[in-house]
């Protein structure tokens, strides 16, 4: 049987506190047993800023060393 490719990125979203933004920075991974196909499950890393810049910069240093894409 074929090993199946897992889908997974790393996103960066924004939130908002008190009429003000701020963002994290979540992994998605898809998980091929669960029903639908395509499901897909959110890690959040314990990131937080009111810099996208900042957080841009993070996903992306994430993602180089898990070697995975960011999504925006």
Known sequence: MPKVKVDRYVKVQRHFKDKK????INLFSENPDEQPLGTHKQFPFRYQTE????????????????????RM
């Open 21 to 24: 933004p701020y963002y994290t």
């Open 51 to 70: 810099n996208k810049l900042v957080a841009d910069t993070y996903a992306y240093k994430i993602s180089k060393c898990l070697d995975i894409p960011v």
